[in-house]
């Protein structure tokens, strides 16, 4: 009877020290992204509203070593963090292994990172889903340490309720019994007693409901909207450009040569607007019956063009414009004629046609052709007769070398 006593004692003092459970503890790692502010506050509220304890803490690093002292220190379950590469989230999760030394790692990703309602949604059904099927563990101060031994009791502490229950037998009849039975030996040792009954474990706790799990769209309605970064605008260059130039056409002026200095800006990625001026002279004296003629062209435009991305270092730019040009002409008369000079100014419409190479970072050769047109046509006369016409068109190659750089952002 006493050995029952002392374990029923034993029994209520671990059913009255021990009680439910408390909640389970999650630490949340925050990111160092405080875009993922709003994500992480919707971690927190979801885990409380599943009767989770929450605490905050900043990262220390995302090794297992410094997540399981964060762990301890809080002495949590699990941690869990949420972190933004580009456009998907990754949420990491830390949980308490009790068979091993390291935390147990767990990670997922979502695509769609411009949820965040959904990165947290998903990231509490995690942390609480893991956490429910982590296994309980069980008492440590009646499981683990072996029951002492109990000490019989003494004569006097049972004597009472002894002789309230049964009646004593007489010393005759028992002390011939004890004699028959066990020898006397004052050097004999009290019988070992047996092993105590270890206590009934606890009952089982009733686990929580789980509240039902609300709609996606009461996340994404309460999130500020957020629009997709607008690409970055194209860089858009200006250049100047220095082409040695050679042409001719119908008319008996022969070729003609010169230079060309133009310049251009970007406009759009395929629109740009150049201007340049134009000087061409006959490379000599052009003999006629009544003496020679030195004839020349100068002349600006503007133009609009196309341009044509043919490849990483080739453009082709196509242009349409006009402007105005000068035409003069130099005559050496022999006997009997006069010799006389003259200026004209005539209008021009200009089309070109160029393929560039780029040679470097800002170098680029240029290739192409110009087909002018004068109107009215130069016609340069000796004598009272036409000598010469320019202008009927004019067909002129270029080649030149430019230098460009980027515009300004604005």
Request: proline share 12%; aromatic share 4%.
């Amino acid at each position: 009877m006493a050995r029952r006593a002392a374990c029923l004692l034993a029994a209520t003092v671990w059913l009255l020290g021990g009680g439910p459970a408390s909640a389970a503890t999650v630490v949340l790692v925050h990111a160092p992204d405080a875009r993922w502010r709003l994500a992480e506050l919707r971690v927190r509220d979801e885990l409380r509203a599943l009767g989770m304890t929450v605490t905050d803490a900043g990262a220390r690093g995302r090794d297992d070593g410094a997540m399981a002292t964060l762990l301890a220190e809080h002495a949590a379950a699990a941690a869990v963090q949420i972190s933004r590469d580009h456009e998907r989230a990754d949420v990491t999760l830390w949980l308490v292994d009790p068979a091993a030394t390291a935390p147990r790692r767990l990670e997922f990703a979502v695509d769609d990172s411009r949820h965040p309602g959904l990165v947290a949604l998903r990231a509490a059904e995690l942390v609480h889903t893991e956490t429910r099927a982590r296994p309980e563990l069980e008492p440590v101060a009646v499981t683990a340490t072996p029951a002492a031994p109990l000490v019989p009791l003494a004569p006097w502490a049972v004597a009472a309720p002894a002789s309230a229950t049964s009646p004593q037998p007489s010393p005759s009849a028992s002390r011939p019994a004890s004699s028959a039975s066990l020898p006397l030996d004052s050097t004999s040792t009290p019988p070992t007693p047996s092993a105590p009954v270890p206590p009934p474990g606890p009952p089982p706790q009733p686990r929580p409901q789980t509240p039902a799990v609300p709609a996606l769209a009461e996340f994404v309605d309460d999130l500020p909207p957020t629009s997709p970064v607008p690409p970055a605008a194209p860089v858009r260059h200006h250049g100047l450009l220095v082409a040695a130039s050679l042409g001719g056409g119908p008319g008996g002026a022969g070729v003609l040569t010169g230079l060309d200095l133009a310049g251009w800006r970007e406009l759009t990625p395929r629109l740009e607007f150049s201007g340049g001026l134009t000087a061409l002279v006959t490379p000599g004296w052009r003999d006629d019956l009544r003496g020679s003629i030195l004839l020349g062209l100068v002349g600006g435009r503007a133009q609009l063009g196309l341009r044509r991305q043919l490849g990483s270092r080739t453009v082709l730019r196509l242009g349409f414009g006009g402007g105005l040009a000068l035409g003069w002409a130099v005559g050496r008369a022999t006997s009997p004629y006069r010799s006389a000079s003259d200026v004209r100014p005539i209008g021009m419409l200009s089309a070109t046609l160029t393929l560039a190479v780029r040679l470097g970072p800002r170098l680029s050769a240029h290739a192409g052709a110009v087909l002018d047109l004068l109107l009215p046509p130069l016609s340069i006369r000796s004598g009272g007769v036409e000598a010469f016409r320019i202008g009927v068109p004019l067909l002129r190659g270029v080649l030149g070398l430019a230098w460009d750089w980027p515009l300004p952002r604005r």
